[in-house]
């Protein structure tokens, strides 16, 4: 079932002015529609609906699980929420991988059903026929390089990429080559800075660094994180902005005791 999608201030031409300009792109995580109200009405550039949706919203530990479905049910609530920011929208693991037709197929799911503006997709080389397909059907797309979450078992963990020579020559590699095959953005996560830089001047394209220094274009966090909601993840790169996790907790608490007390509700919420 499609719905309409919105004309929405952000676009993938007004993000290459942004570059331009040297102007910071922001990005943020959402997963629904009450956040990205938040996230988009505090002037956010970019949403994205990340397949860490798979780890803050259904507790897997690695990002693979999530489906198709299930990301385009979170998009859906996203776009609902957001009218300034544009929103993109994770491949999920399986649906760029192999077979160009199922990519295109998925990329035309998420954009026809869920309204949003584009799509990100992990991975450099191995990835340019799906990428190139999609790009040609109409459909934008972001890059993402650096460490891939969705490769993470091929990886070995979620350490620092291309702090070889090799791997940074290939992250250079594949950074021109997405550009040259019409990304509008790529995100680079937990690489070295100076790479990061490196990469920054010689593309034309946005970049959006997590972890991966303060050269970027621009930055994203998940929003969960940055809002303090999950108190076990430290990573050096992770600058906490709120601790919602203690004004919740004692918000929840502080209910539980008026109920127990009988003082919840009082006389002025209720009806005689």
């Known amino acids: ?17 942004m570059k331009a300009r040297g102007e910071k792109i922001s990005m943020l995580t959402s997963y629904d529609y009450t956040m990205a109200k938040i996230v988009d009405g505090a002037g956010i ?3 994205l609906v990340g397949d860490s949706a798979a780890n803050v919203m259904a507790g897997y ?33 399986g649906t760029c991988s192999g077979d160009e037709r199922v990519a295109l197929e998925s990329a035309i799911r998420i954009m026809k059903e869920t309204g949003a503006d584009g799509v990100k997709i992990e991975g450099g080389e191995e990835m340019l026929p799906s990428i190139k397909k999609i790009i040609a059907a109409g459909i934008p797309v972001m890059g993402h390089l650096g460490l ?52 920054t001047r010689e593309v034309k394209m946005p970049t959006i660094g997590i972890g991966a220094g303060a050269e970027c274009d621009g930055q994203v966090l998940v929003v969960h994180d940055m809002l303090g909601m999950n108190k ?24 539980i005791s008026d109920v127990r007390e009988g003082s919840y509700p009082n006389a002025d919420e209720q009806w005689q």
């Not at 990002?63 to 957001?82: C, F, N, Q, W």
């Not at 070889?164 to 250079?172: G, I, M, S, V």
């Open 148 to 199: 891939t979450p969705q490769s993470i078992h091929q990886l070995g963990g979620y350490g620092l990429r291309a702090k070889e020579d090799a791997e940074a020559e290939k992250l250079l590699r594949d950074a021109r080559l997405l550009d040259e095959a019409g990304c509008f953005a790529m995100v680079m996560e937990k690489i070295p800075a100076s790479l990061a830089a490196r990469v």
């Open 61 to 93: 530990s690695t990002t693979l699980p999530i489906t198709l479905d299930e990301m385009i049910y979170h998009a859906k609530s996203v776009v609902r929420g957001s009218e300034r920011a544009f929103v993109v929208v994770d491949m999920p693991f």
């Open 45 to 47: 550039d970019i949403i």
């Open 232 to 255: 076990g993840f430290k990573p050096k790169f992770l600058r906490r902005y709120a601790d919602l996790h203690t004004v919740m907790t004692e918000a929840v608490e502080h209910y």
């Open 1 to 17: 079932m499609s719905v309409e999608s919105k004309v929405r201030a952000v676009t993938t031409s007004a993000l290459a002015e």
